[in-house]
């Protein structure tokens, strides 16, 4: 296709790869765009972006972007952005996640991740199912909802994912929903900008799945339930638990100033290094 | 006649008329015919009510659409 | 050039090999018997300007060292059985993407916590099979401290050759031993290639049959694709073709196979016409070597074989050496896992196990013992 008639953020995809494997109306194609919105009123550069991700839907975006990208195993993309951003803080590091991925198999990785405040950004796609393995209730699935291994409704409470990671001490915690990607585009720029751990959690729709098994046939119908049910934190605040059930609170939970990991450790290196090179950075590259 | 173009890009298009219901001014229409991959892509049949608000851009998870950016006539000689 | 002697613990002289191999990230995770290398990389890396940290738990250690390989780092990581057991997962990652790293496995008695303070052979196969699929890495086999030291800069080498995670598969006994070592101002150090082809032509797994391919780091605008997925020379998936499978398992298990007899290392004494040859590696050759010089002052015939580089496995080393042997004893700290193999490749000759677990080293005399008995 000619290049001027094509979607303005096609620059920074892999185009040999498209179309990419998400179904029709999937969020995972809307969160991508509101990244690279966000990324461009953050005024990062795109050459340092390397994008991490686990296992599950969602963590197949990293592998439609032209940059460095690993897509890791289930659970642990923060473990490996750990290193990464240790190893380079040059780096710009942002994971891509879902809910199984970060909520359950990745849940210690996540917490210690904002708790270390290492300065990734993560951002968790968050359609409480399964999708991958077609349509399992996951750790964020509401409570009653049907999944293949919840046919009589769920019985767990779900996590709160972003209060979670607020506790856990994140430096910036926002969620929103694909119906919202103005407000999302912005809270990926400030996540961005944050020097620290950012955490965006995108409730996001499966129509595939979690819309099938929940009597939302279309993602029409299930971003029209996300914007009708979305009630900003603000409100919320002022609102009882039963006043909030089955309600999506969105808006920022955190965005503070607090000291960053990879700094901590530069400074270290700073202090106690001997040989006159702190940054060891590409040691692997020197030898014999 | 509007001096700017909204395209779909068909191989890309899903058919999920995610454009066609959140456009705020109604610009898509949901065609009735099947392109040769089995999708319904829509249609800017009223190209002449957009407003270049992009809405349609950041919310197409396929990156189907362009919507040219505004362009300042006097620059556009 | 000076070198340095140290009287330090089998755990230190790993930590030392690795700063001199230019090793300058750990993530670590306290575990007995290994302990000391995460404190003592703690202490020393950030002295060489080099980034230590601790993870929440052993699969993120070796996550993170992944990560910083890949960023441009030489990185290295070291627990004991139970943390071993949960990186197999990584393991399996490294090997498919093609990840140069280090693992320091001081093996403890096990199954499960079993014995935290004592020492064993017991993960042996684990570190050869312990994640799922086909593949092949390589583990070695240090008996001393010096040659805890000397291995892991080894390790360090045959990683970045081969670009496949390499295992020093030491034990309690060592790791805890203080000897006299011998430290070098300076070791070959292997560095990483770069690819000589730029951005628009480099395929990041493009490579002969048994071969591998130059590996630039993150941020060097080569814009790699990194997947456990199996995937084409671009590293894009291409999980559901199955000659692309075929294709990438093969050269990731050829690239070691076909280079066994450069990798591998055995050492030997007296095999030549030995009627008794005595097979071991790690802590116990230590013994085994006492014994078979005893059974030779009482005139028994017999030779001696060390294995130091125990994967891939010296097939055609240990049948040249010990083919002609009469009997050949494995002496190992568990229940036979390399018996196992050295019966594979010597199907002429009569193989003997002497195991020996619970935590305690085997005594020369143990191993004379079964020198002189005639299990016929």
Known sequence: MDENRENRFMKYLR???????????????????????????????????????????????????KCDSLHTTHGRPISFATGIKLANPENEVVVFTGDGDAAAIGGNHLIHGARRNINITVICINNSIYGMTGGQISPTSPKGSYGSTAPYGALERPFKLSEMVKAAGATYVARWTTAQPVQLSNAIKKALKNKGFSFIEVMSQCPTYFGRKNKMRSPIEMLKWMKEESIVKRRAD?????????????????????????????????AQCTTGKPSSTRSAFEGD | MVDFMI?????LCKGCNICTEFCPRKVYQESGVLNKKGVH?????????????????????????KVDEKVDEKDDK | MTSEDYFIQGNEAC???????????????????????????????????????????????????IGAVWAGMKGMTATSGPGFSLMQEHIGYAVMTETPLVIVNMQRGSPSTGQPTMASQGDMMQARWGSQGDYEIIALSPSSVQECFDFTVEAFNLAEKYRVPVMVMSDENVGHMREKITIPEKVEVKARSMPEEGPDTYLPYRADPDGTSPMPALGDGYKIH?????????????????????????????????????????????????????ISYGAPSRSALKAVRTARDQGLNVGFIKIDVVWPFPEEMIQKAAGNAQRVIVVEMNLGQIFYE????????KVELAPKIGGEMHLPEEILKQINSTKD
């Open chain 1, 15 to 65: 185009k040999d790869r498209l179309p990419h494997i998400f179904c029709a109306g999937c969020g995972n194609g809307i969160v991508m765009n509101t990244f690279f919105n966000g990324m461009e009123m953050a005024e990062v550069d795109f050459e340092k972006v390397v994008m991490v991700s686990g296992i599950g839907c969602s963590s197949r975006i990293p592998g439609y972007v």
């Open chain 1, 238 to 270: 002022k609102l009882s638990a039963e006043e909030l059930e089955g309600k999506i609170i969105v808006g920022e939970f955190q965005n503070k100033e607090e000291p960053e990991f990879s700094d901590k450790v530069c400074q270290l290196l700073e």
């Open chain 2, 7 to 11: 395209t779909v890009d068909e191989n």
């Open chain 2, 41 to 65: 892509v829509p249609v800017p049949e009223n190209e002449d009510k957009c407003t270049q608000c992009q809405l349609c851009a950041l919310m197409c998870p396929d990156q189907a659409i």
């Open chain 3, 15 to 65: 930590a030392r090999g690795a700063i001199k191999a230019n090793c300058r990230f750990f993530a670590g995770y306290p575990i007995t018997p290994s302990t000391e290398i995460a404190e003592d990389m703690a202490v020393f890396l950030p002295r060489e300007g080099g980034t230590f940290v601790q993870m929440e738990d052993e699969i993120s250690t070796l996550g993170a060292v």
């Open chain 3, 226 to 278: 990194i997947t456990g997925l199996t995937h084409d020379e671009r590293g894009y998936p291409d999980a559901s073709n199955p000659q692309a499978h075929s294709k990438l398992v093969k050269r990731l298990c050829n690239k070691i196979r076909h280079h066994t007899n450069e990798i591998s290392r055995i050492k030997t004494e007296n095999v030549e016409d030995a009627e008794i040859i005595i």
């Open chain 3, 342 to 349: 050295v019966q594979r490749v010597l199907p002429e000759v």
